[in-house]
C-alpha cells in the first residue's frame, strides 16, 4: 500500500523513508550481481534464490512502479506475480540485455497488466473475490472514501481504468495522504488545474461505481 505522507511531504511515523533511492533509480544505475541469481536448472529453482536474496529489490521496484503509475494493486499480490515472472523468463535466458533495471521493469509492467486484466474478468463474470482478496482490496482505499466492503474491487478497477492525468492527483492526494496545496506544489501544477482533475475523477469514480457495470473498453 502507497506510504501515507505527513505535512512535509516525509514519510509518516513508522513509514520506511521512500527518498532512499534504490538502485533502479540511481543513474546510472548500479545493477547487482545477478548472473548466477538468475541462473537454475528451473523457473522454480531461480524462484527460490531471488526470494532469499533481495538485492535485486524487486519489493521495491512494484512498489515504485504502482505509485508511479497510480495503480490501486495490492503489493503483495504485484510482488508475488513479478517474483514468479522474473523466474520464468529468468529461465529462458536472461544475459543482460536490455538492461537488468528495464527488464525487471518490464516483468513487473507485465504482471501489472496480467493482474489488471485478471480483475476485470472475475468482476465481469460475476467472480465474487475470496475473503482475503476482498480485504486487500478494501486496504487500497482509504476509509474516508466510504466505499461499502462489497464494492471495493470494483471501485479498485473502475479507478484503475481512469486516464492516468486523473489518477495521478487523486492516488497521490487521496491515497498517499498529500494536500491539493503540497501536490501542486511539488509536481509544478496550477491549483485550480489540480483541483478540477481531482473532482473530475472523483465524479468519474462515483459514478462508475454507482453505475456498478464494466464497459467493453475495460479492458488490458
Not at 40 to 52: D, H, T, W
Not at 110 to 138: H, M, N
Not at 182 to 187: E, K, M, P, V
Not at 209 to 217: F, N, P, Q, R, S
Request: overall charge negative.
Amino acid at each position: 500500500m502507497a506510504e501515507r505522507e505527513d505535512g512535509a511531504g516525509n514519510p509518516a511515523a513508522g513509514e520506511p523513508d521512500a527518498r532512499k533511492e534504490p538502485w533502479f533509480l540511481r543513474e546510472p544505475a548500479p545493477e547487482p550481481e545477478w548472473r548466477e541469481l538468475l541462473r537454475g536448472e528451473s523457473p522454480r529453482a531461480i524462484l527460490q534464490q531471488i526470494c532469499a536474496d533481495e538485492s535485486l529489490q524487486i519489493v521495491e521496484l512494484c512498489e515504485h512502479r504502482l505509485a508511479e503509475q497510480a495503480f490501486l494493486i495490492h503489493p503483495d499480490r504485484l510482488v508475488a506475480r513479478s517474483l514468479a515472472r522474473v523466474a520464468y523468463a529468468a529461465a529462458l535466458g536472461y544475459g543482460g540485455d536490455p538492461p537488468l533495471a528495464a527488464w525487471l521493469t518490464g516483468c513487473v509492467d507485465q504482471s501489472i497488466a496480467e493482474l489488471l486484466s485478471e480483475d476485470i474478468e472475475e468482476e465481469r463474470t460475476g467472480v465474487p473475490p475470496e475473503e482475503e482478496s476482498l480485504r486487500r482490496y478494501q486496504e487500497l482505499i482509504p476509509a474516508e472514501v466510504g466505499i461499502a466492503p462489497e464494492l471495493s474491487r470494483l471501485t479498485c478497477i473502475q479507478f484503475n481504468t481512469l486516464p492516468q492525468a486523473l489518477r495521478i492527483p487523486f492516488f497521490r492526494i487521496v491515497v498517499t495522504g498529500l494536500s491539493i496545496e503540497q501536490y501542486a506544489l511539488r509536481y509544478d501544477r496550477p491549483i485550480d488545474e489540480v483541483v478540477r482533475q481531482l473532482d473530475e475523477a472523483t465524479r468519474r469514480l462515483v459514478l462508475l461505481v454507482e453505475d456498478g457495470k464494466l464497459g467493453e473498453e475495460d479492458v488490458w
